[in-house]
């Protein structure tokens, strides 16, 4: 069977990823004690507490920086401030000033730069996903009112909690326009936004006990995913690799956890005051140990895409392999293990001092529809990660 013409990758080593959500911890905020702490994904057992001190104060959200860092929201400094990812070492203010006033939600976008949801000034800005300059207003106008969390669509847009007004709106990150209303009913304080798996639009209503589902192509409402009368200012929501659906369930001090497929209430993720857990505003799944490359983000044919590889030996040199051929073809490493035998050029990394290394790919319009596999080989012990299928 002959194969398909090979669509040409632009591959360059970059400094900065959207945020990785791997499955072996996850990292709560406990607002009311300053703390970011640590529980066991799977069981929910407490690991202690992550990060504290160094000015940490009113921790809001939080997300895992390509350099595999802790970024943390600082509501009463005006502030992000990064831990280190493995530690929880204090390492700097990474972002502050221009405006940033009452930050709420943090989280790298698709451009690899670090957003922040300035609450108090109504507006989300965005800086440097490596120094932390600031690059300008990435959304405000349109009546924003209060603005708590924000994601990034499908299309590259960028939408908006209102939670003043409750309304999801929708603006330009690269130039900050107003873009217009994407949800204006079935709201009730929209605290935090997410595309799911499906590609329909969850939000948490902080002042009722629902979870509402809108449609992602249109934003017209779909129906209520969750209804809990467990639900005591529902803020935070994410997704485990399983698909479940994860929310901080603030006015309880817990973290709940919802059938991805129905909504139905599996059970709790974080027990209430587990650790001395106290106002959790946000969660996030920490970098998983293992070799293994995460899939691309955010999976758009016609833009820059980011792949983020972990757990490789601290400067160890590696090769990165993409094929999209109907026939895949497999060879057998020095170590006996069938690894993919690449059809596109074999492009050679090395690992950062913590086993880490970020791509920064250009993927062309010519592969929508197509099915890609790609795997990572490190060459000194021929160790391979799993083989990672994508569809753009």
């Given at each position: 069977?002959?194969?398909?013409?090979?669509?040409?990758?632009?591959?360059?080593?970059a400094?900065?990823?959207p945020?990785?959500?791997?499955?072996?911890?996850?990292?709560?905020?406990?607002?009311?004690?300053?703390?970011?702490?640590?529980?066991?994904?799977?069981?929910?057992?407490?690991?202690?507490?992550?990060?504290?001190?160094?000015?940490?104060?009113?921790?809001?959200?939080?997300?895992?920086?390509?350099?595999?860092?802790?970024?943390?929201?600082?509501?009463?400094?005006?502030?992000?401030l990064?831990?280190?990812?493995?530690?929880?070492?204090?390492?700097?203010?990474?972002?502050?000033?221009?405006?940033?006033?009452?930050?709420?939600?943090?989280?790298?976008?698709?451009?690899?730069?670090?957003?922040?949801?300035?609450?108090?000034?109504?507006?989300?800005?965005?800086?440097?996903?490596?120094?932390?300059a600031?690059?300008?207003?990435?959304?405000?106008?349109?009546?924003?009112?209060?603005?708590?969390?924000?994601?990034?669509?499908?299309?590259?847009?960028l939408?908006?909690?209102?939670?003043?007004?409750?309304?999801?709106?929708?603006?330009?990150?690269?130039s900050?326009?107003f873009?217009?209303?994407?949800?204006?009913?079935?709201?009730?304080g929209?605290?935090?936004?997410?595309?799911?798996?499906d590609?329909?639009?969850?939000?948490?209503?902080?002042?009722?006990?629902?979870l509402?589902?809108?449609?992602?192509?249109?934003?017209?409402?779909?129906?209520?995913?969750?209804?809990?009368?467990?639900?005591?200012?529902?803020?935070?929501?994410?997704?485990?690799?399983?698909?479940?659906l994860?929310?901080?369930?603030?006015?309880?001090?817990?973290?709940?956890?919802?059938?991805?497929?129905?909504g139905?209430?599996?059970?709790?993720?974080?027990?209430?005051?587990?650790?001395?857990?106290?106002?959790?505003?946000?969660?996030?799944?920490?970098?998983?140990?293992?070799?293994?490359?995460?899939?691309?983000?955010?999976?758009?044919?016609?833009?820059?895409?980011?792949?983020?590889?972990?757990?490789?030996?601290?400067?160890?040199?590696?090769?990165?392999?993409?094929?999209?051929?109907?026939?895949?073809?497999l060879?057998?490493?020095?170590?006996?293990?069938?690894?993919?035998?690449?059809?596109?050029?074999?492009?050679?990394y090395?690992?950062d001092?913590?086993?880490?290394?970020?791509?920064?790919?250009?993927?062309?319009p010519?592969?929508?529809?197509?099915?890609?596999?790609?795997?990572?080989?490190?060459?000194?012990?021929?160790?391979?990660?799993p083989?990672?299928?994508?569809?753009f």
């Open positions: 069977m002959p194969r398909h013409a090979l669509v040409p990758f632009t591959l360059t080593l400094v900065f990823a945020r990785i959500a791997a499955q072996d911890t996850l990292y709560v905020t406990s607002r009311n004690t300053d703390e970011v702490l640590r529980y066991d994904a799977t069981s929910g057992a407490f690991l202690g507490v992550f990060a504290s001190g160094s000015g940490l104060d009113n921790p809001v959200g939080l997300t895992f920086g390509p350099d595999g860092h802790l970024y943390v929201a600082n509501d009463m400094t005006d502030q992000v990064r831990y280190d990812g493995t530690s929880g070492a204090f390492i700097d203010v990474f972002a502050q000033g221009s405006g940033l006033n009452g930050p709420r939600q943090v989280n790298f976008g698709p451009d690899g730069h670090l957003y922040v949801s300035s609450g108090a000034t109504d507006q989300v800005l965005r800086y440097d996903g490596a120094s932390g600031f690059l300008g207003v990435a959304a405000a106008g349109g009546n924003l009112r209060g603005p708590t969390s924000f994601t990034f669509g499908p299309n590259g847009q939408f908006v909690g209102s939670v003043l007004n409750n309304r999801i709106k929708r603006y330009d990150p690269e900050g326009a873009l217009g209303d994407f949800v204006t009913t079935n709201l009730n929209p605290h935090d936004l997410a595309f799911g798996p590609g329909k639009l969850y939000v948490t209503n902080a002042f009722s006990t629902s509402q589902r809108f449609s992602g192509a249109t934003g017209a409402f779909l129906d209520t995913f969750v209804q809990d009368a467990r639900f005591v200012n529902p803020l935070g929501l994410c997704w485990n690799e399983h698909g479940d994860l929310v901080a369930n603030q006015g309880r001090n817990e973290v709940l956890r919802y059938d991805g497929r129905n139905t209430l599996l059970g709790t993720s974080v027990a209430p005051g587990a650790g001395g857990l106290s106002g959790p505003l946000f969660a996030a799944f920490g970098p998983r140990a293992g070799f293994r490359l995460l899939p691309p983000v955010p999976g758009i044919a016609g833009r820059r895409n980011f792949f983020a590889l972990s757990g490789a030996t601290p400067g160890a040199a590696l090769r990165l392999g993409i094929d999209d051929g109907p026939e895949l073809r060879e057998r490493a020095c170590s006996g293990q069938f690894v993919l035998a690449a059809a596109l050029r074999q492009h050679t090395v690992a001092e913590s086993g880490r290394a970020f791509l920064r790919t250009l993927v062309p010519s592969a929508l529809g197509r099915l890609f596999v790609a795997q990572a080989l490190e060459l000194r012990i021929c160790r391979a990660t083989l990672l299928l994508m569809r």
